[in-house]
């Protein structure tokens, strides 16, 4: 074995790695989370005893899996009622002890990643189940993460893994005719579990930076294992673009700096590097989605070395495509700002314009914000200063306040 | 797997006796049936008379039942009808599930049935 870093610290790190890689194996053996957790949790626990003192081996994620796969034929052995309902899994004993070194073992975390991501289980228990068996989270990170309590979320946890055993929900990769709004859900999960560690401004830095890390993970895992499907490639470049941008997103005194006055030196260039050539890949499927677009957008974002180099026009048209598959009111806010860099403010004025529209995102402060600064640009400074009222209505904190006593204050 | 699908709508927004709305649901869910049968789905599936009929027993203290007279439950949709269903899964017992007329007309429930052998 060879003599790396064998302290527990490092086993931990391992073991943090490897864990969804093992459970996905366990629990395509027994169906049952947590009869693969429990073992894998043992196995750990062999582990810790170990590794420190004999190295860790080359291959921990087959170690695991060989030393729990015993774990659990010893618990049916003892326990006759649970050896019944297990009968298929002590039959088969003949644990490969060749497993034990070098051998991959085979993957199985697609199949489980549909299990979690099923659509009858309830999207907060997808997004708990999904961070918890693939990322390796523990309870008290997620509740952190999501400031729920700790009790919530192990008793999503425990009934998500008895609704997924008991009533049969597979662990497969779903059929072809099944896999396109399957992939979709888990599409979504992923990019949910992002947008918590990105989007939000509240709770703990590290835990947020975890999750975004944490679902460029499953995104980077699922590219891997799906690697035809150009929405996956395009969901983990949008990611890797985004989380490029962290270092220059806030301020040293914590305020949100906007994308067109961020430092752009402090970017990630290696990180959007990798996302732009996932990007690349994903293209040449021809097959256009709202993550590859989303994507793209981001990447000619990234690619602008100042704000003045940004290419709008195409921004633009990316949006307009973006709007078409998913015709939402935020998108076509997006396409409408976009046009007014490329062609003026009066051209996205003119879209803003449009009462359905406009009714529609009444309430949402970026819509009036938005409008306010292209009728500041237009020279409309009446219709400025109402739109910028409305906004500061709508604003959710005392620094969203601030920035538009500043705006109004700068118009009269 | 064993499933039961718990069909559930509201009773009194159903067609008429003799209309040619009932004999229409009564047809959709014949042809339902007929498809699980010959898939080999099919265990079981009866439709049930409505909640006036119902009676709602209890085992009363000295031996004698207690008896309600219907369900009486403030819902809007009461339980009409069940299948019984053999399914590789939950994916396929949701497929199925939204084909029969009650997940049109109200509601379709799915439960797996535990086996307590």
Known sequence: ?412 | MRYAFLLYYDESASPEPGSPELDERIAAYGAFTEEVQKSGAFQAGEALQNTATATVVRAGGNGSPLTTDGPFAETKEQLGGFYILECANLDEAVELAAKIPAASHGSVEVRPIWDVR
Not at chain 1, 120 to 143: D, F, K, N, S, Y
Not at chain 1, 281 to 306: C, F, S, T
């Open chain 1, 1 to 412: 074995m060879p003599l790396v870093d064998s302290s527990a610290a490092a086993v931990e790190r391992v073991f943090r790695e490897e864990y969804g890689r093992v459970v996905a194996a366990m629990a395509s053996w027994t169906r049952d989370l947590s009869l693969a957790e429990e073992a894998v949790q043992d196995a750990f626990a062999v582990a810790l005893e170990t590794w420190p003192g004999q190295g860790i081996p080359n291959n921990p994620a087959a170690w695991i899996t060989t030393t729990g796969r015993r774990k659990v034929i010893d618990r049916l052995r003892r326990d006759r009622t649970l050896e019944r309902k297990y009968e298929h899994l002590v039959q088969e004993d003949t644990v490969d002890e060749q497993w034990l070194e070098d051998e991959q073992i085979p993957d199985e975390r697609l199949g489980l990643i549909f299990a979690c991501c099923h659509p009858t289980l309830a999207r907060e228990v997808q997004v708990t189940l999904t961070l918890r068996m693939l990322g390796g989270l523990t309870v008290p990170e997620i509740a952190r993460a999501f400031l729920v309590p700790e009790a919530t979320v192990a008793k999503r946890i425990t009934r998500a893994k008895q609704k997924i055993r008991d009533a049969g929900i597979p662990f497969d990769t779903p059929a072809p005719a099944r896999l396109p709004d399957r992939l979709d859900t888990v599409l979504l999960v992923i990019y949910l579990i992002f947008n918590e560690g990105y989007s939000a401004t509240a709770g703990d830095a590290l835990v947020r930076r975890e999750l975004c890390a944490e679902a460029i993970r499953l995104g980077s895992v699922m590219s891997a294992l799906m690697p035809d499907e150009p929405e996956v490639l395009g969901l983990t470049a949008l990611m890797l673009l985004h989380d490029a941008r962290r270092g220059a997103r806030v301020s040293p005194d914590g305020r949100i700096v906007l994308l067109e006055d961020q430092d752009r030196t402090l970017w990630d260039r290696e990180q959007i590097e990798r996302g732009t050539a996932l990007l690349d890949r994903a293209v040449r499927y021809r097959a256009p989605g709202q993550y590859q677009l989303q994507a793209a957008i981001a990447a000619l974002h990234a690619l602008a070395e100042r704000p003045e180099e940004t290419e709008w026009e195409e921004i633009a048209a990316l949006y307009g495509r973006l709007a078409q598959i998913n015709p939402n009111a935020v998108v076509r806010l997006n396409a409408a700002v976009a046009v007014a860099m490329a062609e003026g403010p009066d051209a996205g004025l003119e879209l803003l314009a449009d009462e359905e529209l406009a009714g529609e995102l009444d309430d949402y402060m970026p819509f009036h914000a938005a409008r306010a600064d292209l009728l500041r640009r237009a020279g409309r400074t009446g219709e400025a200063v109402s739109a910028y009222e409305r906004a500061r209505e709508l604003a959710s904190n005392a620094l969203e306040t601030a920035y538009f006593d500043e705006r109004l204050a700068a118009l009269q």
